[in-house]
């Protein structure tokens, strides 16, 4: 019989910026960046500006247990979260594709 976890799994490749990036770095990532969400994981994805699913799945989990209801928030949670240093290791490529 296999036990189920409780609780969020973890994922091992996710990891802070080691050493941390910046304040000038920071400050200027967080101007640039902007949520993209899923309208798969989403109740209303209208309100994150998103179009609805047209084969909704029911095995995917709602976002919105987390209590983040619309897109504004979402962005300035992102950005709070990079302006306190909450960044992990990337590469231009990783965001803007090769």
Known sequence: MVRQQNG???NPKRSLSDPPISEDERARLSSQ???VGSPYHKRNPGDFGLNPPMSPRAD???CDSAGIVNKAEANDL???????GLTSPFEASDIFGQ
């Open 60 to 62: 995917k989990t709602e």
């Open 78 to 84: 992102l950005e709070q979260g990079i302006r306190s």
């Open 8 to 10: 969020p799994k973890r």
């Open 33 to 35: 960046v902007s949520y």
